[in-house]
């Protein structure tokens, strides 16, 4: 049923969202130098790596690392990079991701390639097993500004209460969140 439901919600969104992702993607391109999007290796279901789509908030050629890895994200973002990522716009292209069925509306976010401590603590405690999400229970419980541990920790608790009813209450939140612009550190 949840993959039902993903696939009809990307048919949707796809259909309403066609100008937007069209509009930003030439704004992406007329404003920096390089592709409007960007493949990301990310971990998916079972600790598989797929490629996951992103409208191109850094410049080319920013190390492929946690964005709080870099000692100062600003320096990378593109013109209009800081408004994508508080707005979310730059998670658009991921819709792809979760038509090929690499990715779901919710579950825990897709861990970059050499996370390997969010890897290794999600691996422990059984997470691996879950399909990746456009969004989830750590998302709308403090995103960029959680902690692994705390993240791993939220994880954990979707895993032992996911439902589809939790599912709907987490992309409620999450519509609110972005509203707000809540939880993006750059």
Known sequence: MKRLFDLFLTLCAGA????????VAIAVRLTSRGPALYWSDRIGRDNRIFK????RSMRV???AVATHLLSDP???????????????????????SILLGDMSFVGPRPALFNQQDLIDLRT???????????????????RDELPIPAKV??????LQRRSFWFDIRILWLTFV???RREGVTH
């Open 16 to 23: 309403v969202l066609l100008l937007p992702v069209m509009i």
């Open 52 to 55: 996951m789509p992103k409208f």
């Open 61 to 63: 050629g920013t190390p």
């Open 74 to 96: 600003r320096v990378y973002l593109t013109p209009i990079g800081s408004f994508l990522r508080k707005s979310s716009l730059d998670e658009l292209p991921q819709l792809w």
């Open 124 to 142: 422990q405690h059984g997470v691996d097993v879950l399909v990746p999400g456009l969004t989830g229970w750590a998302q709308v419980n403090g």
């Open 153 to 158: 920790q939220l994880d954990i608790e979707y």
């Open 177 to 179: 969140k972005v509203l």
